[in-house]
């Protein structure tokens, strides 16, 4: 069993920046990867961020790629998700999430564990 809980979100303005961060409880962090993901209102939930168990090979939705940076901390427990340049339509609730099989980071169907989400606001 893993729980998993958000911070870091918040209202900034466009061209601003953010980092969100993830606190896993439980000893077996190292074996799950771990993805990002955000719901916008009236939206489906999306991907945004993904990262394998070691943190070497890492994934991103086309929309925020280059300005998003996902990293994992295994000795803290810990997943963040750095946002550079945010626009407002990253406006959405983001969540963290943990997949204990093989890896595929895209599909929010096949992770085992979600947090609660936080709330990232971009205005313009």
């Known amino acids: 069993q893993v729980q998993l809980v958000e911070s870091g979100g918040g209202l900034v303005q466009a061209g601003d920046s953010l980092r969100l961060s993830c606190a896993a409880s439980g000893r077996t962090f190292s074996s799950y990867a771990m993805g990002w993901f955000r719901q916008a209102p009236g939206k489906e939930r999306e991907f945004v961020a993904g990262?394998?168990?070691?943190?070497?090979?890492?994934y991103y939705a086309d929309s925020v790629k280059g300005r998003f940076t996902i990293s994992r901390a295994n000795a803290r427990n810990t997943v963040d998700l750095q946002m550079n340049s945010l626009k407002p339509e990253d406006t959405a609730v983001y969540y963290c999430a943990a997949q204990m099989k093989s890896f595929a980071p895209y599909n929010p169907a096949l992770y085992d564990y979600w947090g609660l989400g936080t709330q990232v606001t971009v205005s313009s």
């Open positions: 990262i394998s168990l070691r943190g070497g090979s890492t």
